[in-house]
């Protein structure tokens, strides 16, 4: 019996994953969700905020996508991201706020204008919704009726860090789980 097209198709997206100790304090914020709140999803990727949101490509040609990122960022210099408090979108998603600047509206922007002209990629579930950047901490298999306890409890806690990006993620589904598979240095000014 041969073998399906969709099997040589990967999926992939592209992120900004946050340096120690920040990401495993955001990765224990997400073992809390699971513990307290039976909501595990978010632990199938690590933490992370999202840049271009998830799309299939053919495994085979994933060098193309990775030269593209590497000539992307080459052009792309480091920039300070502030992750300050929680938030959520109900009825639920919650995650650590990042508070939006210049740079990574500009950075995911031109990343989106990039792969859309490079690939006919599109974030085609999301082009109609601005760019919020976030960290998520629970989303989809947090329960609607627990989802405004476990806001409660965040809405009363404080989270602060700040930190410089300094390279970009690409991310790389396993059949399982996400994983960190190839990550791309901004240029430094200097």
């Known amino acids: ?29 997400k073992v809390y969700f699971k513990d307290q709140y039976q909501s595990k999803a978010s632990l199938n990727s690590p933490p992370h905020v999202t840049l271009h949101m998830p799309f299939k490509w053919k495994e085979e040609r994933e060098h193309e996508i990775v030269d593209e990122l590497n000539n992307f960022c080459s052009h792309h210099h480091p920039f300070e991201l502030v992750l300050k408090n929680f938030s959520c979108f109900p009825p639920k998603v919650i995650f650590i706020h990042v508070e939006k600047n210049q740079a990574i509206c500009d950075l995911q922007k031109e990343l989106y204008r990039h792969f859309k002209r490079k690939f006919n990629l599109l974030n085609a579930d999301y082009k109609a919704q601005a760019f919020h950047p976030h960290l998520t901490l629970a989303f989809r298999d947090l329960k609607k009726r627990i989802f405004e306890l476990a806001r409660e409890e965040f809405n009363e806690r404080s989270f602060e860090a700040t930190f410089d990006v300094t390279k970009i993620i690409l991310l790389k589904h396993t059949g399982k789980v996400w994983e960190e598979f190839k990550e791309f240095d901004l240029v430094s000014s200097s």
């Open 1 to 29: 019996m041969p073998k399906k097209t969709d099997d040589k198709f990967k999926q992939y997206f592209v992120a900004i994953v946050p340096p120690s100790p920040y990401y495993e304090q955001a990765q224990d914020l």
